[in-house]
């Protein structure tokens, strides 16, 4: 709500010129408490002065309260300073046609968001079941049951405090399609076993984890109401964040191929999630592999991954008609694990490990690696073959390490 002008009028005479430019622009009135959301960190001083002044040029506003804390906690709630009026942070409050008891620090709650309740209120046409996930003390469950025909509504909330607020509303306003179930969403909802005409998600902040609990229990020609914090131009990503929502199978896994071989079939997947994978009953975890070497990493461990490296390095090299060494496929694979972990052949892998600054400039953006090692006066004590070649002398390996040694004899004698 935009700033009240005869509370400005109060506070001129009060305050300077540049403490009234830094007045709040708006605020939120719910029944009778007025909420600061962003209150200027250079009118603390005065907040029982600017306090004063909203509460004698609004008669119905009894305490005045600003935001100390944002959203945070299991429950995602706010924390309130009273700054003026009655020490009191519960309030009753009226929107379409519904009595609201609340407190503001105890139930997450949006007066701004009454107009969208009666607009999906209109559109819920008679008979239908609804389901509102998130419902709080029960502000949806209420304006739909009072302004709309819905055969049942069912509302789920995690947050006991704001669950028994809900109780007391729907008798309140002596509602009787609406039932009330306190708990985890993720668990009561397929706990429910129905499919319901429209859901409502009004979570603003992280909707998106529950969209499958939300998609599964949705009916056939059903509306789901998703709710995303974005800019006008960003409505794509929450499309996005519904095409990415997992239903049923094994997730990571997107499509599968049965193939015949010999006696007995295989499944060949595009995707991979080695570890719900094996622990499927119908699957032979014995023989079951992926060419995720990152995820064998993690879920085997690195012994495994360098085995699995030199397979899939070895199944290229035969495909191809190539013969190598097995003990070079070995040793490039020790060298890809000798960390303890896998890393690439790049210059965020095993290249950016070298101890020759020379031995890393030779692979990729060799102007910053040597400028930075200038920079620390790093020493390159030219300890393997890179460096050496590059510098055309005899690498410190193999016939490299003698020195010929030779005596000169004495001609005066």
Known sequence: MPMN?????????????AECALLPSSYDMVGSLLLFSDFPKGLVKKEKMIAGAFLESLPHIRTVLRKTKNFSGK????????IGGEKTKETLYKENNVRLKLNVEKTYFSSRL??????????VKKGESVLIMFSGAAPYPIVLSKNSNAKEIIGVELNPAAHKYGLENVALNKITNVQLIKGDVKKIVPKLKKKFDRIAMPLPKGAENFLDVALKAIGKNGILHFYDFLHENEFDKAKEKIKDVHLKGIKGIYQVLPVRRDEEYIIITAGSNLKDVLQHEDIDAFRTTTNNILEIE????IEAARQAI????FKVIESQGLNVDVRHIMLVADTMCISGSVKGITRYGVVS??????ARASFETPIK????AALVGEVDELNSVVENVMLNQPVPIGTGLPDLVTKVKDKSK
């Open 75 to 82: 429950y995602r709630l706010p924390k309130y300073k009273i």
């Open 5 to 17: 002008p005869r509370a400005t009028d109060l506070l001129k005479g009060k305050l300077s010129k």
């Open 298 to 301: 993690e879920v085997l461990g």
């Open 369 to 372: 690696h040597i400028i930075n």
């Open 114 to 123: 009454a107009t969208e309740r009666l607009r999906i209120s209109n559109q």
């Open 310 to 313: 030199i397979n899939e390095v």
């Open 353 to 358: 490990e070298k101890a020759s600054v020379l």
